[in-house]
Nanobody, 116 residues
């Protein structure tokens, strides 16, 4: 089992920044991709960004150039730096850890609210 704990959400004005953290513990050797997903009000959960154990990253078009995903292997933590936030970024942000065709884990989510 892998436990994922998110932190860093909150309320910010449009144009502001937040940094989310996701700390992983447990059988982390069983996963090789970490990612951030979000669920906006009335919408399905969607990909925001992922990072592989090799450092490869992938971003949704809507956040490219504004959000940056990074990892600290020593701390087993993945970060999502969010800049130039927009009201449409308001969502519950979830951390995911998985191995393709293998184990899949989710955090409990952290609320991000961007006011206009």
């Amino acid at each position: 089992q892998v436990q994922l704990v998110e932190s860093g959400g909150g309320l910010v004005q449009a144009g502001g920044s937040l940094r989310l953290s996701c700390a992983a513990s447990g059988s982390i050797f069983s996963i090789n991709v970490m990612g951030w997903y979000r669920q906006r009000p009335g919408k399905q959960r969607e990909l925001v960004a992922t990072i592989s154990s090799g450092g490869s990253t992938n971003y949704a078009d809507s956040v490219k150039g504004r959000f940056t995903i990074s990892g600290d292997n020593a701390k087993n933590t993945v970060y999502l730096q969010m800049n130039t936030l927009r009201p449409e970024d308001t969502a519950v942000y979830y951390c995911r850890g998985y191995r393709p065709y293998g184990p899949n884990y989710w955090g409990q989510g952290t609320q991000v609210t961007v006011s206009s």
